[in-house]
Structure formats: C-alpha cells, structure tokens
C-alpha cells in the first residue's frame, strides 16, 4: 500500500458536524491527493497539495477543506457534513506530478 | 472541461476469450493510467502510458495509447477468473503537469469459468 495509511477506516457521522479525515504516509512523497468514489462516477478528485502548506482545489472540492502542514500529513475536513458527501475516500501520493498515483485503502464515510 | 469516457461499462465474459476496454477522453494529454480495484479494496496501478504510441503489457492485460485518436486500449487474452475486478482509466487533469487525474467510470469485468 505504498506507505500509506487512512484513517478513521469507517466512520458514521450525522448531518452537520465536522469531520476530518487523515492521511498519513512513510513515503516522503511531495505530492497528496483526497478523491472521493462514488458508484458512475469514478473517482473525482477533491484536493490536492503539492507540499507543506501548498494546496489547490480539484473538481468537488465545495464543503471540503484541506491542511498539510508536514509532509507526512494531508488532513481532509468537511465542515458541517452532509448527506451528499456520504462516500469513499481515497488518498493518493505520488513522487512528482508526472508520475503514477498510490492510493490508500480508503475511508467509508456515511453522513446520516 | 476534461471528460474520459469507458467502454464498455460492464463486461461478462468466458474464461479463455478475449476482449478490449476503451477509454476515451477529450482533450490533450499525453500521459494516461490504468488502475484495478478489487471489490472493497484500494487501486492498485497497472500501467503508465507517456506518450503517443506507447504500448505496456503485463500478464494478460496489454495496455496501449493513441494520443492522436485521444484513446486508450486495455487488451485481455484469454481471460482468468482472477482478472475480475473493476478497471479505471485515468488521464492528467487538462493535459497539464499538476498530477491532478481526471478518472474514467469503471469498467467492471466479471469473468466466468
């Protein structure tokens, strides 16, 4: 799994409140990525951050919020959940931007 | 606005035959992923395609891309029962060095003994 750990695993969490997912990796990669999987949708990318402190938004990144402030660390916060962001997180790290994308076993998420 | 498209979405076939996954996309890119992903589980990568013409082949799966065409292939010979999973074709966010990957729908690949 490339070094690459997520966490909570599964998580149930009612409409509102905030919840922040981590992802945590040992591979000292300088790129990380939040997508977001839902059935016909593929994976649609929410976040991105090209190094500590450097973050840039991606197709659904409305409701979401990103920090990275160690290279090991890209937290993912949704401010006041909601039904529609019921879904499966993955983060991705990679070594530089031209290069494949590794993923982490991904988070289950279901805001009710 | 970057669009990749799969075809088909949903594949039932014999063990032994063969058959081709497209994937489409709509703008200019030259570099383009295949992804597996087993049922609950991660994506795991499969190829790299970098550049116009290039074909990757791995096992039974054998990856190719026409950046001209915008197409890319994912060819499977002689289908096993351990190659069912779903595939994902994924292609750099408007062509451009961000690493920002725009994914196709998923092709789930059912094969049968």
């Known amino acids: 799994d490339a070094g690459i750990t997520q966490s909570p695993r599964h998580k149930v969490t009612e409409t509102g409140t905030p919840v922040t997912l981590r992802c945590h990796q040992t591979?000292?990669?300088?790129?990380m990525y939040w997508y977001r999987q839902d059935p016909g949708h593929g994976l649609r990318l929410i976040h991105y951050?090209?190094?500590?402190?450097?973050?840039d938004k991606g197709e659904v990144s409305d409701g979401y919020s990103v920090s990275r402030s160690k290279t090991e660390d890209f937290l993912l916060t949704l401010e006041s959940a909601t039904s529609s962001q019921t879904s499966v997180y993955f983060c991705?790290?990679?070594?530089?931007?031209?290069?494949?994308?590794?993923f982490g076993q991904g988070t289950r998420l279901t805001v009710v | 606005e970057l669009k990749v498209e799969q075809n088909p979405l949903f594949l039932s076939m014999q063990e032994g035959k063969n058959y081709t996954i497209y994937c489409n996309y709509s703008?200019?890119?030259?570099?383009l992923y295949w992804y597996r992903q087993d049922p609950g589980k991660s994506l795991e990568s499969l190829f790299v395609?970098?550049?116009?013409?290039a074909v990757k082949q791995e096992g039974r799966l054998m990856a190719s891309l026409d950046t001209k065409a915008r197409l890319s292939t994912l060819h499977i010979t002689a289908a096993v029962h351990d190659l069912s999973a779903t595939y994902f074709c994924?292609?750099?966010?408007?062509?451009?060095?961000?690493?920002?990957?725009?994914f196709g729908q998923g092709t789930t690949l059912q094969v049968k003994p």
């Open positions: 395609l970098l550049s116009n013409g």
């Open positions: 991705a790290i990679s070594v530089s931007e031209t290069t494949e994308a590794f």
């Open positions: 951050s090209y190094g500590v402190k450097d973050t």
């Open positions: 994924a292609v750099d966010m408007l062509g451009s060095n961000t690493g920002k990957l725009i």
């Open positions: 591979e000292n990669h300088r790129y």
């Open positions: 703008t200019t890119s030259d570099r």
